[in-house]
Nanobody, 126 residues
Framework: QVQLVESGGGLVQAGGSLRLSCAASGRALGRHGMAWFRQAPGKEREFVAAITWSGGRTVYADSVKGRFTISRDNAKNTAYLQMNSLKPEDSAVYYC???????????????????WGQGTQVTVSS
């Protein structure tokens, strides 16, 4: 089993920044990829960013490219999502996910991810 705990969400004004963290634990982790997805009210959950185990490959949704940065600290089994220049349309519940398959490329599809966190709310006011 794998447990994921997200933190760092909150309320911020448009143009501001937040940094989300996702701490992973559990024996099943292995060389895992990590990703962030988000779900706004009334909308389907969508991909935001993903990173491979080594951190050498990342991928972003077009809507966040140039504003968000995903990173990880494997010594802490923690992934981060630095969000800058936030917009009201970034408001959503943000979920962390883990892919235990150890893929060489970061996945953008929900079904690739085995474990999910409970989510953290991000609200951007205009």
């Amino acid at each position: 089993q794998v447990q994921l705990v997200e933190s760092g969400g909150g309320l911020v004004q448009a143009g501001g920044s937040l940094r989300l963290s996702c701490a992973a634990s559990g024996r099943a982790l292995g060389r895992h990829g990590m990703a962030w997805f988000r779900q706004a009210p009334g909308k389907e959950r969508e991909f935001v960013a993903a990173i491979t185990w080594s951190g050498g490959r990342t991928v972003y949704a077009d809507s966040v490219k140039g504003r968000f940065t995903i990173s990880r600290d494997n010594a802490k089994n923690t992934a981060y999502l630095q969000m800058n220049s936030l917009k009201p349309e970034d408001s959503a519940v943000y979920y962390c996910a883990v892919d235990t398959a150890g893929r060489v490329s970061p996945g953008t599809i929900e079904s690739l991810y085995d474990y999910w966190g409970q989510g953290t709310q991000v609200t951007v006011s205009s």
